[in-house]
T-cell receptor
Framework: AQKITQTQPGMFVQEKEAVTLDCTYDTSDQSYGLFWYKQPSSGEMIFLIYQGSYDEQNATEGRYSLNFQKARKSANLVISASQLGDSAMYFCAMRGPPTGANSKLTFGKGITLSVRP | EADIYQTPRYLVIGTGKKITLECSQTMGHDKMYWYQQDPGMELHLIHYSYGVNSTEKGDLSSESTVSRIRTEHFPLTLESARPSHTSQYLC?????????????FGNGTRLTVT
C-alpha cells in the first residue's frame, strides 16, 4: 500500500523568500512517481512538478524544485522567491506502476502555505 | 494544456433529490477519476474508469454511481442526496496509467445538501 505523509502545520513565508514543504512517502513498489499539486482557495488542483523513482536528478520547473532523497523516502517541494499568489494548499501525491488496468494517485493531507507581503 | 470541465461549479440542493455531476474532457484520455474532498482535507478516490464501459470503486466507499458510455464523459450520480454528501467533488483524467503520467483535474463541484 502507498502512503503519503505531510505533517507540517500551516506554513508562513515572507514574500521573495524560499520555502520548503515536507513530504515523506512509503511504498513497496520499485517504480513510482511523486507529484506536487497546488490548490488555491478557488478549489482547482494545479499540477506543479513530477519526480520519477529512477530519476537521478532532482526535478525543477521554474521556481519549483523537488528535493528527492530516495533512501529517506522524502520528496520535499522547494519554492524559491515566494509570491503572494503562492498562498494555497499544497498536496504531495504518489502514483505506483499500473496494476491491472489502472494506477491511482494517492494524496497526503496537504500543507497550507501563506505568503506574507 | 489539460481540458477537463466540470459542471455545475456550485450546487445547493435539498435532501432526497437526485443529482448528476458532469465531467467531460477533450483530450481523448482513457483514464478518468472522481475524488471527494472535504474542506481543507485530503482527496479520496471514490470511482475510476480505464475506458468505455469500465468503472471501478475507489478507496473511499461512496453511495454515488458513475458511468462511462463515451470516452470524453464521466458523470457521477447521487440517487438521493443527503447532508453527509456535502463535499467537493473533483474529476480528473490521465493519458496513461503509468507512474509518470500526471492527473489533470477539473475545477471541481462544491456540493451542499441541505
Amino acid at each position: 500500500a502507498q502512503k503519503i505523509t505531510q505533517t507540517q502545520p500551516g506554513m508562513f513565508v515572507q514574500e521573495k523568500e524560499a520555502v520548503t514543504l515536507d513530504c515523506t512517502y512509503d511504498t513497496s513498489d520499485q517504480s513510482y512517481g511523486l507529484f506536487w499539486y497546488k490548490q488555491p482557495s478557488s478549489g482547482e488542483m494545479i499540477f506543479l512538478i513530477y519526480q520519477g523513482s529512477y530519476d537521478e536528478q532532482n526535478a525543477t520547473e521554474g521556481r519549483y524544485s523537488l528535493n528527492f532523497q530516495k533512501a529517506r523516502k522524502s520528496a520535499n517541494l522547494v519554492i524559491s522567491a515566494s509570491q503572494l499568489g503562492d498562498s494555497a494548499m499544497y498536496f504531495c501525491a504518489m502514483r505506483g506502476p499500473p496494476t491491472g488496468a489502472n494506477s491511482k494517485l494517492t494524496f497526503g493531507k496537504g500543507i497550507t502555505l501563506s505568503v506574507r507581503p | 494544456e489539460a481540458d477537463i470541465y466540470q459542471t455545475p461549479r456550485y450546487l445547493v440542493i435539498g435532501t432526497g433529490k437526485k443529482i448528476t455531476l458532469e465531467c467531460s474532457q477533450t483530450m481523448g484520455h482513457d483514464k478518468m477519476y472522481w475524488y471527494q474532498q472535504d474542506p481543507g482535507m485530503e482527496l479520496h478516490l471514490i470511482h475510476y474508469s480505464y475506458g468505455v464501459n469500465s468503472t471501478e470503486k475507489g478507496d473511499l466507499s461512496s453511495e454515488s454511481t458513475v458511468s462511462r458510455i463515451r470516452t470524453e464523459h464521466f458523470p457521477l450520480t447521487l440517487e438521493s442526496a443527503r447532508p453527509s454528501h456535502t463535499s467537493q467533488y473533483l474529476c480528473a483524467s490521465s493519458e496513461y496509467g503509468f507512474s509518470n503520467s500526471p492527473l489533470h483535474f477539473g475545477n471541481g463541484t462544491r456540493l451542499t445538501v441541505t
